[in-house]
T-cell receptor, first 115, second 114 residues
Framework: DARVTQTPRHKVTEMGQEVTMRCQPI?????VFWYRQTMMQGLELLAY????????DSGMPKDRFSAEMPDATLATLKIQPSEPRDSAVYFC?????????????FGEGSWLTVV | KNQVEQSPQSLIILEGKNCTLQ??????????LRWYKQDTGRGPVSLTI?????NTKSNGRYTATLDADTKQSSLHITASQLSDSASYIC?????????????FGTGTRLKVLA
């Protein structure tokens, strides 16, 4: 059963530390998304890639966040330095966008707590 | 401004009852509309996806409707079960020159009681 895999599932870190979240999209999907979810804001799109090229990262704080896709099987989201307000669930999702019935599949999320 | 508004914010119903969740959007140019179910502590799971020309789409006990003229969608749950307790998120996508924008509603939290 194909699925989006995210690591770590849970992370607690101190303010100022670097955090890297990883995502393995579903094989064959051409689009990968990073979302952040908090109780207050709901789901926010941070960035997304099409065929590994960044298409839109306007939702991402540029000073501390960076998203990359070094190859088709790995997407990363890095926060440096982390702050308490970054505490949230970070979801990776992938899909075959541009095709009919283009469902986007979400991973189970990386739960980040910055203290 | 592209926006997706969902109502109600939360809902409590008894097991076996039906309910309808609403999604109103101001997104242009419209590409498609999705409903997702998100269980607590899990990632969202797609229920339905509807394009401009589709009025109704069903997935088991879930039926989504779309009125592209009034820019409204609804998700109807029939004969609710305890496992339907979750957040239901409406997502509308717009596409311009091959670039997609995904606008999320803040969701409706549904609680089904025995």
């Amino acid at each position: 059963d194909a699925r989006v895999t995210q690591t770590p599932r849970h992370k607690v870190t101190e303010m100022g530390q670097e955090v890297t979240m990883r995502c393995q999209p579903i094989l064959g999907h051409n689009t990968v998304f990073w979302y952040r979810q908090t109780m207050m804001q709901g789901l926010e799109l941070l960035a997304y890639f099409r065929n590994r090229a960044p298409l839109d990262d306007s939702g991402m704080p540029k000073d501390r966040f960076s998203a990359e896709m070094p190859d088709a099987t790995l997407a990363t989201l890095k926060i440096q330095p982390s702050e308490p307000r970054d505490s949230a669930v970070y979801f990776c999702a992938s899909g075959l966008v541009g095709h009919s019935g283009n469902t986007i599949y979400f991973g189970e999320g990386s739960w980040l707590t910055v203290v | 401004k592209n926006q997706v508004e969902q109502s109600p914010q939360s809902l409590i119903i008894l097991e076996g009852k039906n309910c309808t969740l609403q999604c109103n959007y101001t997104v242009s140019p419209f590409s498609n509309l999705r409903w997702y179910k998100q269980d607590t502590g899990r990632g969202p799971v797609s229920l339905t996806i509807m394009t401009f020309s589709e009025n109704t789409k069903s997935n088991g006990r879930y039926t989504a409707t779309l009125d592209a003229d009034t820019k409204q969608s609804s998700l109807h749950i029939t004969a609710s079960q305890l496992s339907d307790s979750a957040s239901y998120i409406c997502v509308v996508s717009a596409t311009t020159s091959g670039t997609y924008k995904y606008i999320f509603g803040t969701g409706t939290r549904l609680k089904v009681l025995a």
